[in-house]
């Protein structure tokens, strides 16, 4: 045996070598812990619950905004006509349509129940339903957290951070974002059901992951990164990543290309994916490395959280450098890869995989970063906190009682921005106004806060908040449309003739865009709405004509063929006031008053059977109006069908239909 004393170098080597041991053991917590964990100490999860409905009770008092609200179901058809009568037929046309480029079936699903269950004038319950899928995403966190090895303390540090952290605001708060907590919810749900899996395999595992995986992707396209996300669990929890792995999720991969393709084409036909003129496909990449480094800064410091981050309209200098973050990211994984530090590799990995695709680099929005794209990749940065946590807070650690401080300060922090950061949402001016607060510098909270006081006859702050957002962007027909809108609603002759002149002008800009992918049917609109303006003004030839022009650029603009109906109908020409509703028909066919319309005019044009037949179509989309019962019971007399009419007739005076001609009642012996 040799007595030689071992040099430096290799006391440093075995140092080394035992740290990485340490550390590897460390890192991968063993399958008796995590059995232990997951079955006797999920009752603290319902902390984390409680207090991430603390931090949101205020969200009952929220009303919806106007942005994407109206278009996802406030006016979206397939929502706003949904009912049971119809199920299949309403539910088939949600699942094989878009809206605004975006394919969240399931979420749009969502909405058409809320609006059967709750109606669209109690927007309270459609935000209570919002947090309550929000609390089930907690604590399955909070379950998946156990199941990887954190302590009960640490598991529930991270299920309290997911839930309050300021950034999870937009996701509950804003009821369109509904897709982000109905995707996390089976997003959340599968990935429980395969961290499980690794320790207690079940037959039915994988289609039970692959139904949930399905259920995510139709509620939002972000659910894609399942399947990547899953090899980071295979990272952490096996120590190695193989081709095995990656084949037997073949079928995952499969289901993320065709959901990523489909979300793609359907924002492709939306003119959805757009890049500012002045930033060049490299420069994307610029805007995509600094939103990651501002998510890694919000996680932490969550400064000037806004619901809209424009897009500068030149490139400052730090997007540049924000680059550095790329190698400065390589470098830190390989470190904590060399060093057998598993928790790190694999937070970061869940971080990356589901915030990559959402870095704007292909340019989808109006803004280079959003809040609510944190919702899912935010649980690995969470993770790492939760497992140093552990770390520190172990009985003989120095810093224990450091870190638990530190830590409830933070918490309450966090709870109290996301109280107030919640207040926000309570209406679009609210919304609006919050975003002027950090950007005056773009047309788009202008007019969205201009069409709230607009809606709300606040037309002098309308007024001035419509010039600002022409003063910013004066090509911008949109505007010219919208302010038009307010001179309309506000009537008077004067009134119509500012009106008109700036439909002419948005029509004139429009024409003047012929790249625009939007062209034709903001066109169609335009002209429609300048038709009504001189329908108002008494040229009925001039409203014709605008009418025409518009409904040939937009054949599916029913109001077109509503308001040519009633300019055919004052001239008596009954014949094309009827086509017109029928045409209304093929893209709206659940107006009830339009099916009276329809029958009223056929009663007039002696069509007596048919015009029987529409009164009992409007009567079956809303049978509590008497007047529908009377004008059927008067056309059933009609043709001889003396006791329907009767029966009809008693029907409306059991609905307090007082408008009943005297004569008419005693010619039925009633």
Known sequence: MSNKKPSRQERRAAERKLKKAATTVSSKPSKAIKKSSSSSKWYFGLIAILITFICFSNVGGLDFVN?????????????????????STLTKEIFTSHVIGNYNPLTIFSFAMDKVMFGLDNPGAWHWENLLFHLFCVFLVYRICLL??????????????????????ESVTWVTERKDVLFGFFFLWALYIYVRSKINPKKLDVIWITILMILSCLSKIQAVALPLTMLAVDYYMDKELSFKNIFTKAHYFALSLATGLIGIHFLGLQGSIDSPDTYSGIQRLFVGSYSYVIYLVKLIVPYKLSPLYPYPSTMPWYFYASMLILPITVWGLWKAHSTGKKHLIFGFAVFIFNIVFLLQILGAGQGFLADRFSYIPYLGLFFILGYYFDQYTKEDHKMKSTVLGLSGIFILA???????????????????????????????????????YRDNQQYDLALSDYDNAIRLKPNNPKALNSRAKLYFNRGGAENLKLSARDYVSAIDKMIASPQDPERDESLGEYYINLGAVYAMQGNRKGAIDQFNKGLELKPNHETGYLNRSVIYNQLGDFPN????????FKYNPYNADLWYEAARLKRAMNRLPEAVQDYSEAIRL???????????????????QLDAAKQDLRKALELGYDKIDPEYRAQLGM
């Open 622 to 640: 809303n049978g509590s109006k008497g007047l529908y019962y009377y004008e059927r019971s008067r056309t059933r007399s009609q043709i001889n």
């Open 67 to 87: 942005w994407d609200d109206d278009k996802n179901f406030s006016e979206n058809p397939a929502v706003v006509n949904f009912n049971m009568d119809d199920f």
């Open 414 to 452: 966090m709870g109290f921005m996301t109280f107030n950061q919640n207040k926000i949402w309570k209406d679009s001016g609210t919304m609006w106004s919050h975003v002027l607060k950090y950007d005056t510098d773009t047309d788009l909270p202008y007019g969205n806060r201009a069409n709230f």
């Open 148 to 169: 990887l090895g954190l302590s009960w303390k640490g598991g529930l540090l991270v299920a309290i951070l997911f839930g309050i952290h300021p950034m999870r605001v």
């Open 577 to 584: 006031a009827l086509k017109d509703i029928e045409s209304y």
